[in-house]
């Protein structure tokens, strides 16, 4: 045998072997003392320190900082932030033993998020999220397969623009009711308000129609009642950044106060979303007439469609909670907006007043005659987004991008703190100026069609095949609460109180801080526009518990 030719491969197993043998007789020369400190500084280093991987062909991973992290702490948005000026539009940061690359530059997102969407769709199984709570259901949590694809067609067929459309008389009703609650409670301006129970109560009812085709206000039902914290709980529970035993293995065998949360958390999911779809169902059995509706649907395609009991709690668990502190946030930003910017409530009230006169006030359908209203959604958008980190998507398979090496199951976050803050594309990105979206005729699902991703208005709504489906309703829900608060009234600060705009509620999803605003109203119209509907009483304290404000 030619020992020469043999070329000798180091497998980790030799490497480790090698290593320890080095140590071994490194330990019969040295200290037991130093050889402690070697191995802890081994230990610590291969702990903390970045992991540099390479392809087979050389390729480095992105650039990122030095250190792996076990969390990252209250905001996050804002230390990715200094990294993205640091290391430009892709960087990859380590949390614990899992990769993460950080996107922030929208034609990076675009190649990689949309163009080669088949590769990066999937969902990283988060430890708290993905694997406690949701086990993988709940469309945000599948992986990118056909449960995912067919539970997405599902969501899809509720959710399509044109769908959307049938629910303009709910959210017809809703912002009515929001308008006059708030005009009779605060006595007509004379006293200040914490808008956020009544916004809640409108998001509330919105999301129970389109769900279970009953609201709040004329169902006081218990159910409901116990279902309202449910949301609150997942917001702080999960977080793509924030949770240390997602990223450190050894906690999750720990059963922490935070794991049985989560355990009790997927429970409660099950139980009392299970219960609300079997009211549904028992309404259908006596014949009653219950509105189209997610539930509906699904009771209705059960059989056809394969689905499980889980699966049809988990999915309504997903429109129960993937729409509502999101929209309901982004109303709470609005109106702390506005105190402290007059010189943009006297355009929208010159746009409305022109446009719409005082007479009548915006109906869903105005929201294309409405640009200057529809661009000030946008910016609250781009500057208060509900989810900073949108939701990761993860790769399926190792990809060269630019030179760069993008392990499978690498984490892919959309940041969109550093998109939205992109100089480039929005000059003095910490100003909220709604004139910037002044040439936007597009809504934001149209927007996120355009072929130029420089020409997107914002990525409040993530990006590629994940992108949310609730887009259309949203956006409805959003322009006409904005809308109809601009037409009703002059909103201003309370003295010595601004609404505090840095701040913010929440882990996985941000609503502002409690605050308290005036709303006077505009005109002597609105009393008459007010008085014809009449309001179904008794839903506030459900909205309490919606909001988690109790
Ligand atoms: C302002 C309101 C909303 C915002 C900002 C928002 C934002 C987002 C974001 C960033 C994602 C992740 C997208 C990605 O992975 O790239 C998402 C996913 C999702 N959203 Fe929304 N959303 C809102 C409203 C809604 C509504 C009203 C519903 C349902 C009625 C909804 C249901 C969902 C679902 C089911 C997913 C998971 C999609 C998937 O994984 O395939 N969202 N949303």
């Known amino acids: 045998m030619n020992y020469s030719s043999l070329k000798i491969r180091l497998t980790p197993m030799s490497m480790a072997e090698s ?51 076990p969390f990252l702490f209250k905001y996050p948005e804002r230390i990715l932030h200094r990294w993205t000026k640091k290391y430009g539009g892709i960087y990859s940061v380590w949390m614990g033993d899992q990769l993460f690359v950080v996107l922030n530059d929208p034609v990076i997102v675009r190649d990689l998020l949309v163009v080669h969407g088949a590769n990066f769709s999937s969902r990283h199984n988060y430890f708290m999220k993905n694997q406690t709570i949701l086990e993988g259901g709940a469309i945000t949590a599948t992986p990118y397969d056909d449960t995912w694809r067919k539970h997405r067609r599902i969501a899809n067929s509720i959710l399509a623009p044109k769908v959307v459309e049938g629910y303009s008389d709910v959210l017809e009703y809703e912002s009515h009711m929001l ?71 050894p906690l999750q065998w720990v059963p922490t106060r935070t794991r049985s949360r989560g355990r009790k958390l997927r429970r409660d999911f099950l139980e009392v979303y299970g219960t609300m779809i079997n009211l549904v169902k028992d309404r259908m059995a006596i014949g009653e007439e219950v509105p189209d509706c997610l539930v509906k649907s699904l009771l209705e395609y059960q059989v056809e469609e394969q689905l499980s009991w889980t699966d049809m709690c988990l999915l309504t668990t997903a429109f129960a909670t993937g729409g509502s502190h999101s ?14 910017h007059p ?169 502002p801080l409690p605050y308290r605003i005036r709303l006077v109203p505009r005109h002597d119209h609105l009393h008459h526009v007010l008085d014809t509907k009449q309001e179904v009483p008794g839903s506030f304290d459900l909205a309490d518990e919606f909001i988690g404000h109790k």
Not at 194 to 208: D, E, S, T
Not at 233 to 240: A, I, N, S, Y
Not at 327 to 340: D, H, K, N, V
């Open 19 to 69: 290593t320890l043998s080095g140590i071994t007789a490194f330990a019969r020369v040295t200290s037991p003392s130093v050889v402690i400190l070697i191995l802890l500084v081994a230990c610590i280093s291969h702990l903390c320190l970045r992991k540099n991987l390479k392809d087979k062909d050389g390729h480095p991973i992105p650039p990122g900082p030095p250190f792996r992290f």
């Open 179 to 249: 308008i006059q609650s708030l005009y009779h409670d605060t006595k007509q301006g004379e006293v200040p308000i914490n808008p956020a129970r009544y916004v809640g109560r409108y998001v509330l009812n919105n999301m129970l129609s389109v769900t279970f085709g009953t609201r709040a206000g004329s169902v006081a039902d218990p159910v409901i009642k116990r279902a309202l914290p449910l949301g609150n709980e997942f917001m702080k529970l999960t977080g793509p950044w924030s949770n240390a035993v997602d990223f450190i293995k």
């Open 327 to 340: 929209t309901s946030g982004t109303i709470q930003w609005f109106l702390a907006f506005m105190p402290t």
């Open 343 to 511: 010189d943009i409530q006297v355009k929208a009230h010159e746009e409305l007043d022109r446009v719409l006169g005082r007479e009548h006030w915006p109906a869903p359908e105005d929201e294309k005659r409405l640009p200057y209203v529809r661009a000030i959604v946008k910016e609250v958008l781009r500057c208060h987004s509900p989810f900073w980190m949108a939701t990761p998507h993860a790769s399926d398979r190792d990809f060269v991008y630019r030179g760069m090496y993008i392990p499978a199951k690498s984490v892919m976050m959309l940041n969109c703190y550093s998109l939205h803050h992109n100089e480039e594309r929005y000059p003095e990105p910490f100003t909220f100026n709604p004139d910037r979206y002044f040439d936007d005729h597009y809504s934001s699902t149209e927007s996120s069609k355009l072929p130029n991703a420089m020409d997107r208005d914002h990525w409040a709504f993530g990006a590629g095949r994940r992108i949310c489906p609730g887009m259309p309703i949203a956006e409805k829900e959003i322009f006409l609460a904005i809308s109809r608060l601009l037409w009703a009234f002059q909103i201003e600060p309370v003295i010595g109180e601004l609404p505090c705009l840095d701040e913010y509620e929440g882990n996985s999803g941000r609503t």
